[in-house]
């Protein structure tokens, strides 16, 4: 949808509007200049979770649903014009979403969404922010709202002039849900939101449900807050309430359904979250295969809203891509394999089996089965880090090797090393940690422990099974273990004792 297009096309003034030029197109950067200002509700408790924590702060695709929320505002808004409304739990909610910058109004108890709207206005009237002319209002809890949804919502309530404009939708089941009355069929005007408890019987099958989301001119909403009563079936001030006060007003109150019911869902069960994270997840799946990823079985993955994948990347079953997880193009990721906040080049093999935690991965390389990177762990061009290897804190050169059941950490691992099946670095004295440097095209034989701090010079060679306390110059070799003893015929004769010693 082109916002900047319809907002000119509603508003016919575009001293109103902030636009920028961007090819032929008009693109709305920001809805500032237009006077709107953002409330996210955000501070209820979510007693249907049954849940210690806030509800607002339950992930789905990996983020908490104020984060979903947070972003879907930012694409229309700055950061202070988003005023969340705060209150179960408000430090913990204010913690994790301060990043954002946006502001917060404290609703000390939680006395409804008409008192949480309250709040705000108060707040308003202290703070000395300039009164916006327009509140769009959000709810914490309705977390896959679509920017181009939220600016289509503007856009009407710009276009029809409206005091108050209700985002709807059709769901197969709208039990629980508030109905919105239309005067009409067809018609944009709305009569009255009723919530489920308050429907008359005839009203029960209205299937227009309100999403949650609104668009208010400010004045028009702050004027009737104070006139909001408890006299409901959960004794709460509800914002729905305002809907009729305006009609009988004579204010223009209208609807607009969202295109798709997916996005306006709400989360009032640990079960319905579960429902709208698939669908969050399966929306990132296909927006991945829209660019050219393939996703086998995409309904067993777990990827996370960020998460970007090049072109020709191969997705097996049962992967988890998590965080700010970044993967490039022609990769392929076997099945099992946990991928969280790690950069993964081109042509970069992860085989089954995997966990990836803050790890850069660099083209080509060779991954696995059942490798363990820890963070800072930087895997250089076309290196193997294969089965049973645990890397943590370690930079790894081009071309460089650790097939077979390693530990590498706090190491400094130069191009084309080989490091044996088995050898370790002893990084931790109990105390601090040391770091073990290993030159260009070293050979650290199998089974080595190479105690920290120390340093093998490059070209350098580590006999098979050696202790290494001291420092190797290039080009040496080191051994540090005993001398092998062979005793011929050893093994025979004992065997003779041990028979006549059981035959006595
Ligand atoms: C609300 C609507 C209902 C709509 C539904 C959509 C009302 C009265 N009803 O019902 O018509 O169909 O959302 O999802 O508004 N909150 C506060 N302070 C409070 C109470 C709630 O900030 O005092 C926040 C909650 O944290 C939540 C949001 O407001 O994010 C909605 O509150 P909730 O109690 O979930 O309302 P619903 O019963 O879902
Ligand atoms: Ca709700």
Not at 24 to 48: L, N, P, W, Y
Not at 67 to 76: D, P
Not at 248 to 264: F, H, I, M, P
Not at 412 to 423: E, P, S, T
Request: aromatic share 4%.
């Amino acid at each position: 949808m082109l916002f900047g297009e319809a907002v000119e096309r509603v508003t016919g003034n575009l001293t109103k509007v902030g636009v920028v030029r961007c090819g032929r197109r008009e693109k709305i950067t920001t809805m500032e200049k237009t006077g709107f200002a953002i409330a996210i509700m955000a501070a209820g408790k979510g007693t249907r979770l049954k849940s210690k924590r806030p509800k607002v702060l339950h992930e789905i695709g990996g983020q908490a649903l104020l984060r979903h929320v947070i972003a879907a505002a930012r694409t229309v808004v700055p950061a202070d014009r988003i005023y969340c409304i705060v209150g179960h739990e408000a430090d913990r909610v204010k913690a994790a979403v301060a990043p954002t910058g946006v502001k917060f109004v404290m609703q000390e108890e939680q006395r409804g969404t008409g008192h949480a709207l309250q709040m705000v206005k108060a707040y308003f009237a202290i703070s000395g922010d300039a009164l916006p002319e327009h509140l769009l209002v959000l709810s914490g809890d309705v977390p896959l709202i679509r920017p181009e949804t939220i600016a289509a919502i503007c856009e009407l309530h710009l276009a029809e002039r409206a005091a108050m404009t209700i985002l709807t939708a059709v769901p197969q089941d709208p039990t629980g849900y508030g109905r919105v009355l239309r005067v009409r069929e067809g018609g944009a005007e709305v009569t009255a939101i009723v919530e489920q408890k308050s429907l008359a019987p005839d009203q029960l099958s209205s299937p227009e449900i309100n999403s949650g989301i609104y668009c208010f001119e400010t004045k028009e909403l702050f004027a009737r807050l104070d006139s909001l009563s408890t006299n409901n079936a959960h004794g709460e001030y509800y914002l729905t309430d305002v809907a009729a006060m305006m009609v009988a007003d004579g204010l223009r109150v209208v609807a607009v359904k969202a295109e798709s019911v997916d996005e306006v869902l709400g989360a009032n069960t640990i079960a319905e979250m579960m429902h709208l994270d698939a669908a969050m997840r399966l929306a990132t799946a296909r927006r991945l295969m829209a660019q050219g990823v393939t996703i086998f079985r995409p309904e067993t993955c777990v990827i996370d809203a960020q998460v970007e994948v090049g072109a020709d990347t191969v997705i097996e079953p049962y992967v988890q891509l998590l965080g700010a997880t970044k993967i490039g193009v022609e990769s392929r990721v076997r099945s099992y394999s946990v991928v969280q906040n790690s950069t993964l080049g081109d042509g970069v093999l992860v085989r089954n089996g995997c966990v990836l935690d803050g790890a850069l991965v660099s083209d080509l390389a060779v991954l696995g089965p059942y490798a363990h990177l820890r963070p800072e762990s930087r895997i250089g061009e076309g290196a193997h880090v294969g089965n049973f290897v645990e890397t943590k804190k370690v930079t790894m050169g081009k071309g460089s090797k650790a097939n077979h059941l390693n530990y590498l950490g706090d190491a400094v691992i130069g191009a084309g090393v080989n490091i044996g099946a088995g050898a370790i670095t002893c990084n931790y004295d109990g105390v601090h940690k040391h770091l073990t440097t290993i030159g260009d095209g070293v050979f650290v034989g199998s089974d080595s422990t190479l105690v920290a701090p120390v340093t093998l010079g490059d070209g350098s060679y580590v006999a098979a099974g050696s202790c290494i306390t001291e420092d190797v110059p290039a080009g040496s070799l080191a051994l540090g273990r005993s001398r092998q003893v062979t005793k011929p015929g050893w093994a025979a004769k004992r065997r003779t004792a041990m028979e006549a010693k059981k035959n006595s």
